[in-house]
């Protein structure tokens, strides 16, 4: 494993071993596509640039713009030369939020992930995610997926091997909206829900698709591997732990906590580097 940290005026290594005050870089988004998934779902995805693909998955509440169009992220990395399809998780965005329990099997997002392929006709690939989408990227990588790279961004170790904490954690957020106390984190992810228009009911049903991924699946990850996480961004357990799992893994440490990260320019400027090298 080799670590290092993205800030404005220092990077360290190798080794061995959303923020309401940051202004939005974008205003526009490229034309939204869809196609129906293995259920019949449809699965909203966007596209940026030309070269090789590689496909960004987003985090939970989240949607493809927010993640990684609103912040310039996409935009950095198609600048290097690559196809960035970024898909709208099932019950995000402009994809398919139904109510029906039974559009929400374990691993439906997993499925989901390969559908796109399949439909994209994806070969050679790059695939990476942030929370959830880095989640959602590790069961796609356990059930047989073969991109060239994979990224892993906002996430820990503990948040492939032990899902239930997250799940209690969003459940009790989404069935109490309304009555968490001012600051808290489950404050502020409400308020984070109701900017991106999220829909309680089918984001709940989500929570039911989440399945652990085995350290011995981790360990069998034998790919060039991106794991990028802020300096205080711990709710999905320690990121240089899963770097340290990996058997190519590449940690590289940038500013902000879970939420605030994703704002940060250094998140697209690492996994452009980590493309690219």
Same mark, same amino acid.
Request: charged fraction near 20%; include cysteine.
């Given at each position: 494993?080799?670590?290092?940290?993205?800030?404005?005026?220092? +990077?360290?290594?190798?080794? $061995?071993?959303?923020?309401?005050?940051?202004?939005?870089?974008?205003?526009?988004?490229?034309?939204?596509?869809?196609?129906?998934?293995?259920? #019949?779902?449809?699965?909203?995805?966007?596209?940026?640039?030309?070269?090789?693909?590689?496909?960004?998955?987003?985090? @939970?509440?989240?949607?493809? *713009?927010?993640?990684?169009?609103? *912040?310039?992220?996409?935009?950095?990395?198609?600048?290097?030369?690559? %196809?960035?399809?970024?898909?709208?998780?099932?019950?995000?965005?402009?994809? #398919?939020?139904?109510?029906?329990?039974?559009? @929400?099997?374990?691993?439906?997002?997993?499925?989901?992930?390969?559908?796109?392929? !399949?439909? /994209?006709?994806?070969?050679? @690939?790059?695939?990476?995610? *942030?929370?959830?989408?880095?989640?959602?990227?590790?069961?796609?990588?356990?059930?047989?997926?073969?991109?060239?790279?994979?990224?892993?961004?906002?996430?820990?170790?503990?948040?492939?091997?032990?899902?239930?904490? %997250?799940v209690a954690h969003f459940?009790?957020?989404?069935?109490?909206?309304? !009555?968490?106390?001012?600051? &808290?984190?489950?404050?502020?992810?409400?308020?984070?829900?109701? &900017? &991106?228009?999220?829909?309680?009911?089918?984001?709940?049903?989500?929570?039911?698709?989440?399945?652990?991924?085995?350290?011995?699946?981790? !360990?069998?990850?034998? /790919?060039? $591997? +991106?794991?990028?996480?802020?300096?205080?961004?711990?709710?999905? #357990?320690?990121?240089?732990?899963?770097?340290?799992?990996?058997?190519? #893994?590449? *940690?590289?440490?940038?500013?902000?906590?879970?939420m605030a990260s994703v704002t940060?320019?250094?998140?697209?400027?690492?996994?452009?580097?980590?493309?690219?090298?």
């Open positions: 494993m080799t670590t290092c940290t993205f800030r404005p005026t220092r +990077l360290v290594g190798p080794r $061995t071993a959303s923020s309401p005050e940051t202004e939005p870089l974008a205003d526009t988004a490229p034309e939204t596509r869809f196609f129906d998934s293995f259920d #019949g779902t449809s699965i909203a995805w966007r596209e940026m640039g030309e070269g090789r693909p590689v496909v960004l998955i987003h985090g @939970y509440f989240s949607d493809a *713009y927010t993640n990684w169009i609103r *912040y310039g992220h996409a935009a950095a990395i198609a600048a290097k030369g690559f %196809r960035v399809i970024m898909p709208d998780l099932r019950a995000h965005g402009e994809s #398919g939020k139904p109510h029906d329990p039974a559009a @929400y099997p374990k691993d439906a997002l997993t499925r989901d992930g390969h559908a796109l392929v !399949e439909h /994209l006709g994806l070969t050679d @690939y790059d695939l990476g995610g *942030y929370s959830l989408g880095a989640r959602t990227v590790s069961r796609m990588l356990a059930t047989g997926a073969e991109p060239g790279k994979a990224i892993f961004a906002g996430m820990g170790l503990e948040g492939l091997l032990h899902t239930d904490r %997250r459940t009790n957020i989404l069935t109490r909206l309304g !009555e968490h106390p001012r600051g &808290t984190p489950e404050w502020m992810a409400e308020a984070f829900l109701k &900017t &991106t228009g999220g829909d309680p009911v089918a984001l709940l049903h989500i929570l039911q698709t989440f399945a652990d991924t085995p350290l011995s699946a981790i !360990e069998g990850f034998d /790919l060039p $591997t +991106l794991v990028v996480a802020g300096v205080d961004d711990f709710d999905n #357990g320690a990121a240089i732990e899963l770097a340290e799992a990996l058997p190519r #893994g590449r *940690y590289v440490e940038i500013p902000g906590n879970h940060k320019p250094e998140l697209g400027a690492a996994i452009a580097q980590f493309l690219t090298a």
